[in-house]
Each structure stands twice: as C-alpha cells, then as structure tokens.
C-alpha cells in the first residue's frame, strides 16, 4: 500500500480507534523497512493528530529505527489489549447494564472477556454522531452474543439512571483529563449526576506529555451535506473528560485512580 493511501485510510476512518491507527502506521513502517522513516513520520503524525500512541511509537522508533523495535511495539500493543481486558473484566458483574461509547478496542476487550468469563450482562452503545462508529461497537458485541441496544446520543440521559457503569477508551491520557470521541465528557457529566462509575479502558502508550494538543476538526459535511448559507459548522472529533469525572482507569499495568495515572504523567 502507498503512504498516500494509508493516509486517505486513516483520515477516513477505515482504520479509526488510536491503537488501530498506529497499528496500520507500524505495518506500513515494517514492510516498508522503515525508508524516508523522517518524512513518513512527519506525515503519519499529521494525519489524525489528537491520539498520542502512534506518536509515541514514532518517538521510540525515531530512536531506535529497526523492524524488530515495530515487533516489539506491536506485540506491546496486543498484548496490552488482552491485560486490559482481563483486568477490567473484574468491574463487570451479572446482569449489568454498561454504557459505551464510539468504538474502543480497549473499552471492548474489558468487555469481551467479562462475556468470556460467563457473565451475563447489557451493552448500551451510543451511535456516535456523526460517523456512527456506535455501529461497529454493537455489531461486534451482537455477534458475540452480547445483549447490545443502539441509542442515540442525545438518549444517554433518558438512559442512564438504568446502567451500573459506563466504559470508554483514550485517545490520551493527559493532565487535562482524558481525550476522547466528543461526547465522551456529556457521558461522564451525566454518570456523575446519577452516581454511576465511568471507567477509561488505555494503554500506557496514550500517556500524552506533550506541550501541545490539537483537538481534530473534521470535515463540517459529517456533520451536515447540505448547503448552509452564511452558516457555520463545526465538527471537533474529540473532548477532553476531566479528571473529576473518572472513577478508574484500566491500564495493562493495572486498575488505577486518576491520581495514579497523573502521576506516570510527570
Ligand atoms: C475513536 C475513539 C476511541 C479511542 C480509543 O475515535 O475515540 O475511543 O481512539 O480506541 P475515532 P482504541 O473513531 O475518531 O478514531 O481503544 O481502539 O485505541
């Protein structure tokens, strides 16, 4: 594949969720053998720019530029994903009702292993607005025989006295709070005021120190393809949840508060 086409790929979505983006970058670099790794990079960098994992991984390769450092963050990233998942399952009791959000690799192995364990519980999936990746969340949950009902957006609220918890992946972890899929802080503003857990499912690799952040904005025709005169549209893709909202993060380094988690930030 050509780096034009990976980067039309990554911009479009067909990869979407942070480790899935710096996934597809990692293969890319491999079976290019890392060639014009600066000028890649550089590109890669830019093309969804909030998440921090492939900008991570950048950082670690730029350092160490061979095929088996790709290995290694590959590996690093799958195996995360298991751990993450065996840890959260533990949050996840019969007969729950969970609240999810957009599409998480992370937020969806916490939940498949608690299924895998024999727990019977729901899923509420969010449609996300407007890319729908709510979507692929509940197809992927349906298949696996999970219980899943798709809402809308704006419906969280209706529903979220019913839950026990809400569960969502990072873009990032930042002192800020944590960045991910807009909505994601409406989701954790609305669990604080019904006392419910909102639990961030993320691999240490999202830990994002950087200076500067640059919440996407995407095209305005996601959000609207008719013709607006004189009208503005706006489309950010993410939102930053602050710290006060979150009950705990899974990490593959275990379950954490939010004070451990700022403190692998310094
Ligand atoms: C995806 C999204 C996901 C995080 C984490 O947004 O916000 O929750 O990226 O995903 P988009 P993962 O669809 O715009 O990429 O756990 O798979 O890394």
Redesign the pocket.
Known sequence: MALVQLIKDIKS?KY??????AIASLKYLKKTKLKNFNTVSNQLRKA?PT?V?LHNCLNILSKDRTEKMIDTLLVRLQSSRIEIGKRGSKLIKNKFKIMT???????LSIIKEAHKAGKRFEVYATETEP?H?GIITAKELHKLGIKVTVIEDPAAAYFMKDMDCVI????SFRKEGII??IG?FDLAILAKKFGKPFYV??NTL?LDNRKKFIIEERPVKEVYAGKLKGIKIRNP??DITSWDLITRVVTEKGIMTPVNVKRLLQ
Not at 101 to 107: R, V
Not at 168 to 171: L, P
């Open positions: 979505m979407q969720g942070a480790n899935q983006i969804r998440a994992v959000h957009c599409h998480s690799g992370d937020a890319k990746q969502v992946g990072t873009d991910n899929k994601t499912a993320g999202k893709a993410f």
